[in-house]
């Protein structure tokens, strides 16, 4: 079965430094999301992409997050000078062309600021 | 605005014993879906069920069955013989029209099987 995976499973960065995860949507999806999760606390949802372009933001996502679709296969999520607060599982999903279809959630990256 | 709340925050139950996990769920749209997701110990999110607020026809699969209410805005979800496998923490979410295809999650059930 397609899924979503992840890369890396783990990363450990010093704050402030930039970092980037990496993520392959199900090949025949259209739809790319970010999520972030705070250990312990609820699922948020970061970003939503389509179409080469942000769908739709939360207000965690501010000026230090970008995303990008760089080839046909890959869709990453940058944090350019990261806070110890970003430290979290970041979940990438992807869902196909319809809207309220169910999302498909990659196993995380789970990222730990020192 | 959004909002999904499971009030259980952990429960405990012995192995073949039956258990009902609480969704309740907030929003002015009407046309929303509402979702079941399974968080295991391994830490991946796994979509377990999708119901759209025209359909409260309640499903059944396996050892999984869900009830959805409108009249209370209540989307529970019900383990039947439960299995240590089922120990995970389970999040109810919801999208809507407001919330473009995004999904709104509750703060999750953490449920533990004994055996």
């Known amino acids: 079965e397609p899924e979503v995976t992840q890369t890396p499973s783990h990363q450990v960065t010093q704050m402030g430094q930039e970092v980037i995860l990496r993520c392959v949507p199900i090949?025949?999806?259209?739809?790319f999301y970010w999520y972030r999760q705070i250990l312990g606390q609820k699922v948020e949802f970061l970003v939503s992409?389509?179409?080469?372009?942000?769908?739709?933001k939360s207000e965690i996502f501010d000026d230090q997050f970008s995303v990008e679709r760089p080839d046909g296969s890959n869709f990453t999520l940058k944090i350019r000078s990261t806070k110890l607060e970003d430290s979290a599982m970041y979940f990438c999903?992807?869902?196909?062309?319809?809207?309220?279809?169910?999302?498909?959630f990659g196993d995380g990256t789970r990222l730990s600021i020192l | 605005a959004q909002k999904v709340t499971q009030a259980q925050t952990e429960i405990s139950v012995v192995e073949k014993e039956d258990v009902t996990l609480d969704c309740v769920y907030e929003?002015?749209?009407?046309?929303?879906?509402l979702f079941w997701y399974k968080q295991p110990p391994s830490g991946e999110l796994v979509f377990l069920i999708r119901?759209?607020?025209?359909?409260?026809q309640n499903e059944i699969s396996g050892r999984y069955s869900w009830n959805f209410q409108k009249s209370t805005s209540s989307f529970n979800f019900t383990i039947t013989a439960s299995q240590v496998v089922d120990s995970a923490v389970y999040f109810c979410?919801?999208?809507?029209?407001?919330?473009?295809?995004?999904?709104?999650f509750g703060t999750g059930t953490r449920l533990t099987v004994i055996p």
């Open positions: 979410a919801l999208i809507d029209q407001t919330g473009a295809n995004n999904l709104f």
């Open positions: 119901r759209n607020s025209f359909d409260e």
């Open positions: 929003t002015r749209d009407t046309t929303y879906y």
């Open positions: 992409f389509y179409n080469n372009e942000i769908s739709e």
């Open positions: 090949s025949n999806h259209l739809y």
């Open positions: 999903a992807s869902s196909d062309g319809q809207a309220f279809r169910p999302q498909h």
